[in-house]
């Protein structure tokens, strides 16, 4: 199920030349006082002690099952390389139209990989999108055909070095935790996102592009854009630009915190699904920045885990799920045909992204195979 490489498109005005990247730094923090949401903090530094895993397993046990958001410190990635990515992004980002637009995502396939354009109107407010993104596949044989912009071409070996770290040192751990807490063999969720098999996993650059009061207001009043994550788990890096906000298990909205040398990260809904809702894909959602900041780019560096081709969507054999009752009869018989991780999150991104105009989807849901998630939540 490998994405098609799309043809490209001459580039008349290039030569070929080295793009410049230059460094880019965080920017200040809010002066604005925000009520921030207590999140877990998951030392990985122990991951490898003796009785490490079992210790963070226990520590992450309320992360997964009842908040969903936590964050990792320690995690073996420097940040001098966290802010090379994002300097990459935001080198990316202002680059000419024309070199961006050659290879967008195909969401008529329910594709991810490549350019996401800032191009859809918001309902009938006059407002368009703000955001931007690049998503660069996993640097394994099975997407070698897939599209390079030439700012990833250039720095191909950095960025794939950095892409396969990332699930190395943070995400194979964090399967590995998840699957202590659910009593499953120590790498049953790890081979089930194994990093060489084919999956939509990507290394994200975004960007929400300035915009006016006016706009942001336009734009929240028709949505605040409450929702999950398709995936199984997503890690996002500090940038300081406040905006990301999650429901609490409260019903409250809080922001979440810049986590200094550590990476934000949450469950998504494929990880529920493996789990018949035992472990939660929160709510989040990205609001107006604050006064101090609404002039600044909130320039975003993320990676999103999705199970792949070979990865069932049915409840795993956990033994504590088992006892909670949470494994259906039909999802303990081999013979019944499931649909693949790779198969429900494209049916998930064409539902959301293949359309020109982004409509209120407030008391709607989205179903595939079985398988369904609320679209949207206020």
Known sequence: ??????????????????????????????SEELELAELPVIDLSLFDEPGGKQQLAKQLYDAVTRVGFWSVINTGIDDERVLRQFSFGNTFFK????????FPCNFAEG??????????WIGDTGVKENVEMLNIPKPIRAYANVGKHRIVEQNWNEIASFHRDLWEKVIRKLFVLISVILELPENYLADAHAYDEESDDHLRYMIYNVRSQEEWDKAQAYSKGGHTDFGSLTLLFSQYVAGLQIRTPEGD???????DGGITCNA???????????????????????????DIPRLGLLYFSRPGANTPMKTVPSPLLD?????????????????????????RVKDVHYKTVLEKRQGTSFEFKGLKVQNHYE
């Open 111 to 120: 594709e991810y990989f490549g350019y996401r354009e800032n191009s859809r």
């Open 1 to 30: 199920m490998a994405p098609i490489a799309l043809e490209t498109p001459p580039l008349h005005q290039f030569d070929g030349s080295k793009v410049l990247v230059k460094p880019w730094t965080r920017p200040e923090k809010t």
């Open 253 to 259: 909205w809080k922001y979440v915190s810049p986590v």
């Open 95 to 102: 680059e000419p139209l024309e070199e961006k637009r050659r």
């Open 323 to 347: 006892r909670l009752g949470l494994i259906p009869p039909e999802d303990k018989d081999p013979n019944k045909p499931v649909v693949s991780g790779t198969e429900y999150v494209r049916a």
């Open 268 to 294: 998504a809904d494929t990880l529920t699904f493996l789990t018949n809702g035992f472990i939660k894909s929160t709510v989040h959602r990205v609001v107006t920045p604050p006064k101090d900041q609404i």
